[in-house]
């Protein structure tokens, strides 16, 4: 799939220029860009932890309109239960966004649970190849610094496949790089991903150096 860009970063500017969308986050942009699909004036959007949902939320917010609720698992009841009414009664989309969806986010008021049974859920994924590289890329660019394509193949392959991976590791590898005053390598790459616990380190036989 082809890239485009809305905003993504932590935190993150409220632009339109560096939200990276590939096939883990697509599906949910396209549907709340189209609110007259919905079947009821509401939709849940969850996602991984530093995945963006938030800011995904609150950009499609402004461009279509809706009231937004973040960490909606974390709200009274009574509240989330009166704007999803509202919702419906002035015809204005609602986006609930929360970590994880019922029934993991556990709900007390029946009412309340009838009605985001009713509610579109769409989820950000855990980051694909195409993300991986292009968030490592952003994150380092930010730093200054320049990640090779032999580099960004070796690491894609061996990284914890998480936007909170993804993060430790690219502030681990920043911190090594200046710490020893090196350019962005296999080797370094590989030092950092065995230091934080994402690569084994291979033990020599004796004889074989």
Known sequence: MDQS????????????DDFIITAANADAVKWLEHPATWPVRATLLTGPRKSGRSL????????IGATMIDDAETQREADIFHRWNL?????KPL??????????WRIALPDLASRLKATPH????DPDDL????LMEKLLAQR???????????VIARVERSYVGIIRFIDA?????????????????????????MEEEQLKLPGTE
């Open 5 to 16: 860009v809305l905003p993504f970063d932590w935190p993150a500017p409220e632009s339109k």
């Open 56 to 63: 995904l939320g609150r950009i499609m917010a402004t461009k």
């Open 87 to 91: 919702a419906q009664e002035e015809r």
């Open 95 to 104: 986006i609930l966004i929360a970590l994880y969806p019922p029934p993991k």
């Open 122 to 125: 769409v989820a950000i994924s």
């Open 131 to 134: 993300l991986v590289r292009m």
């Open 144 to 154: 200054g610094l320049h990640l090779k394509p032999e580099v960004a193949a070796y």
């Open 173 to 197: 590898l920043d911190n090594a790089a200046l710490a020893q005053k090196r350019s962005l390598s296999i080797a370094l790459a590989k030092q950092v991903l065995i230091r934080i616990g």
